[in-house]
Each structure stands twice: as C-alpha cells, then as structure tokens.
C-alpha cells in the first residue's frame, strides 16, 4: 500500500498490506478484547476516551500535517479537523452513560419493563479519506465507549492516518484489540464483513461501495449504518440577508476542496436575488487562495486523487454542454499536483451533471428558481437526501420550508455540518442510518427489551 502526496505526486511511504494471516489474529484479538472491555463500567470507557482528546491534542500539528500530506487538505483545515477529533470525543466522554442508561417502560403497569443497551462486539468501519481522522473518530468515539470493539478499514491512500489512529488509541491505554487497523483493500472487505467474529459494519463513501458493503451485509444479516454521498440544495429565498449568505455559500461548497458530502452543491436563488447573489458568489470564490496545501494562507489545495479531477472536469463540461453557463474557473490548473480551479457554474438547466451527480470537488452549480414553491421542489429532485441549508430572515419561514425538504438534516441559516450534539445522515441515496448524538451511540447496540413480572 502506498500513499502519495497529492500536491506533488510523489510516493510518501509504502506499507506492507495485513496478510489473511494477520487479518485473523486481528480479528481473534477483537473478538477476545471485546469480552473484557465490554465487562468494563461505563466511566471506564468514558474515561478513556478523556484521555483520547488529551493524544490528540498534544499530538495536533504531527496529524494535521500527515493528514496534508496524505490526501492535500488545506493545513489549517487539517487542525480544525484533529481538533474536531478531540471534540467528538470528549462529548462522549462526558454524555455517553446518559445516552445508554436504561429506559423505563412506564406504559406497562403490570411489570417492571425497560430497555437496555448492550455493545453488539466487533464493529467493521469502511472509511474514506476526505476526513481521514474526523471519519473515523465519528464512529469511533461512541461505537467503543459503547462497549463495542472497532475494525478499522480505512481508504487505500491514507495508510499514515488510519496507522496514526490505531496508535492514538494504544497511547490513550486502551486495551490491545479493542481499536484494530486492517491495512487491507476493497476487495478484502466481503471477506472480513461474512467472518462470524464481525457483528456489523459502517461504512462512509460512495453509493457504489455502500451498495457493495449493505449487499454482504444482508445477506450475512448484520447491522450496516452507511453515510454515502450528498449534493446538498443550499436554498437562498428572497428575504435572505444576502451578505451572510454568500459568505457561508463560499465556506458551504469549497471547504476541503469541495470534497465533503454534506458540502453544499446545488444553490437555488430564488429571482429577486439571483443576480445579485451569482455576481457576488462569483467574486467570493475568485478570492480564494489556491496553491500548497502545507502553506498557512492556502485555501484550495489539490484533490485527493489524479482520477477526480478527471470526473470533475468531465462533469463541468457535460453541464456546459447541457446549457450551464461558465461564471469562474473549468479547467485543470497547469501545475504539478491535482489541482482544478474554483470553478462557479449559472443557469444550470436539471439535466446537467452538475444538477443530477454528486461534484466531489470545487465546483458550484446555481440555479435560478421563480418562488419559494419551485426551490422546494428542486431541492427534492434530488436520488440524495443527505442536508439541506435554507436562507431566510423569517425564522418561521425556514422552518416550514426545512419540513418540505427531503434530506437528514436541515440547517436554517447556517451551513450543513455534523456536529457531535445532533444526529447527522441521510435518506434516499445519501445511506441510513444515524452518526453523532444520543442517536449515534444507539446504532450499534442491542436495545435488548428486559421485562421483569
Ligand atoms: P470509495 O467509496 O471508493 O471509498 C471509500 C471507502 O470504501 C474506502 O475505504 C474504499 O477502500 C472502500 N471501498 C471501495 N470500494 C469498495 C467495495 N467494493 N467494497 C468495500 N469497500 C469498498 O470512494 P472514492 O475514494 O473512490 O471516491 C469516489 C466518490 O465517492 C467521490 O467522488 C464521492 O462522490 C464519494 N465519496 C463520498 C464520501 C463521503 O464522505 N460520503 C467520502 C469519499 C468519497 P479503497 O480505498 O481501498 O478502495
């Protein structure tokens, strides 16, 4: 396994792929941690994970840089994104026992009746490397603490990180076996999902991998929570304050290169503003500062990997050629590294690529509705569900707008983001299931009805 800086294009490291061998003592580790750390209290764990937020934050600027280095995120945005890390996990270290304590059935007077919450064993996590730590702390984080056991397979191009993460644990004092990194690829993971020792899996990436991993997974019957593509409707209505809302579009779309499923894809104005709002989200994104990911003023680095800038340019020109108009940007940047430049697509017609695909990269798609009514129905025409943002200074407005929206999550005002204290996934294509919140813990957990006459 080898991992490449994608800003240069040359080799950073190679790894020695786990061989069946290594992949069975891994799983035989698991399965016998999992017995001993699941008989542990609660504020054990919680305690633990304490002591995760504390690795990771002593550690900060050695993961930013390697993340950087792996997959070319922007620095600055790779220490918010270690920071984040810490965060997730010092929101469990302090909620968790709360969001699994018993739950009381007072509707049955007859009996003493409860639910309980007990870990299901070791958890199989397929993740990405658009957030290589973030991704993995998100499921990590709750999925241990809960009392389960973690197999990480993590994106072929990130060895460094998902290595890192496994060392973060053992530093924090958890027990061998209880974290577990698989340097495997793609096609090991059916195998690893049908073992017996592996009780349900995650999986954070594309539709076609998640459709791959629910596949194994039903036929197996075990539990899947998948979180898989988005391209987020970022509704703007006559009434929004037009300058919070350009500012926040910029953010909403480009953050991380533009490769982040709840970033904001589709923008629909509604007319009064759309004028307006294109030449001034235009103008906002031509500021942006692309260059060296590893440099402090760098906003756009390169994309993750050689082939996206090829699938993002061919989706540009599909929605060129389907009537979008070219505002900023199209075209690969003549240099060493990955780079495709901030690009803004008007008038795009909902045939467009850019109007039915998910973009993984810096590329807005804006399109110009008549009314409140059309912008709710574009949002809709959507295969994804992932998040929505509204835009409007009538707070009641957006809410009853935020109902009509067919996604995971809404935001009113404020960007689509996944933050610990509330749920985050989606519906339709964009996966099922809940990640983050009371909601998060409670997926891999047996909700086990205990009824005591
Ligand atoms: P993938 O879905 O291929 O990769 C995500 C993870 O799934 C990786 O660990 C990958 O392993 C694994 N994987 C891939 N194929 C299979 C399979 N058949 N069975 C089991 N696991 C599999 O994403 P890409 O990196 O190729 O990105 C492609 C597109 O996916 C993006 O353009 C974007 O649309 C979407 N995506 C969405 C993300 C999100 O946050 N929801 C994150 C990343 C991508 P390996 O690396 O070894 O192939």
Not at 65 to 94: D, F, Q
Not at 183 to 195: F, I, N, T, Y
Not at 316 to 340: M, N
Not at 366 to 390: C, I, K, P, Q, T
């Amino acid at each position: 396994m080898q991992s490449t800086n994608p800003a240069t294009e040359r080799p950073v490291r190679e790894y020695e792929s786990h061989s069946d061998g290594d992949i069975d003592e891994a799983l035989e580790r698991a399965t016998t941690a999992f017995e001993d750390w699941r008989a542990r209290p609660i504020e054990e764990r919680q305690t633990k994970l304490g002591d995760v937020a504390t690795v990771l934050r002593e550690n900060a600027e050695e993961y930013a840089r390697l993340i950087t280095t792996e997959m070319g995120k922007p620095i600055a945005e790779a220490r918010s994104e270690v920071e984040k890390c810490a965060w997730v996990c010092e929101y469990y270290a302090e909620h968790a026992a709360a969001h699994l304590s018993d739950e009381r059935l007072a509707t049955i007077p007859e009996a003493d009746t409860k639910v309980v919450y007990e870990p299901l064993g070791a958890v199989l996590a397929v993740m990405p490397w658009n957030y290589p730590f973030w991704q993995v702390f998100r499921f990590a984080a709750p999925t241990l603490t809960a009392g389960n056991v973690g197999l990480l397979k993590h994106a072929s191009n990130v060895p460094g990180c998902a290595l890192a993460i496994e060392e973060i644990f053992a530093e924090a004092g958890y027990p061998e076996g209880v974290f577990t990194t698989l340097l495997v690829g793609s096609s090991d993971v059916e195998r690893v999902l049908a073992d017996d020792r592996v009780k349900a899996a995650t999986l954070t990436g594309s539709e076609y991998a998640g459709r791959k991993v629910a596949e194994t997974a039903g036929y197996h019957l075990k539990k899947t929570v998948l979180e898989l593509g988005g391209s987020g409707p970022f509704l703007v209505l006559d009434d929004a304050d037009l300058d919070t809302a350009v500012e926040t579009a910029v953010t909403a779309r480009y953050m991380n290169t533009g490769q982040s499923c709840i970033a904001a894809k589709r923008f629909i104005v509604v007319d009064d503003a759309y004028d307006e709002f294109v030449d001034r989200f235009t103008a906002a994104v031509a500021e942006l500062t692309v260059g060296d990911p590893a440099a402090e003023e760098t906003d756009i680095g390169p994309l993750a990997k050689g082939k996206f800038v090829d699938e993002l340019h061919e989706q540009v020109e599909g929605s060129i050629e389907a009537g979008a108009s070219l505002e900023l940007g199209g075209e690969r940047l003549d240099r060493t590294g990955h780079y495709y430049a901030p690009t803004v697509l008007a008038d795009v017609p909902r045939s467009a690529p850019a109007a039915c695909e998910e973009t993984f990269g810096p590329v807005a798609a804006v399109f110009g509705v008549d009314d409140e009514r059309e912008a709710v129905d574009l949002a809709n025409d959507s295969r994804f569900g992932l998040g929505a943002s509204v835009w409007t200074e009538d707070r009641d407005r957006g809410e009853q707008v935020g109902r009509q929206l067919e996604t995971g999550s809404v935001f009113v005002n404020e960007l689509v983001k996944s933050d610990p204290r509330v749920p985050f996934g989606g519906i339709k294509a964009s996966g099922y299931g809940r990640e983050l919140s009371k909601q998060g813990i409670r997926e891999f957990v047996n909700r086990k009805t205990l009824w005591v006459q």
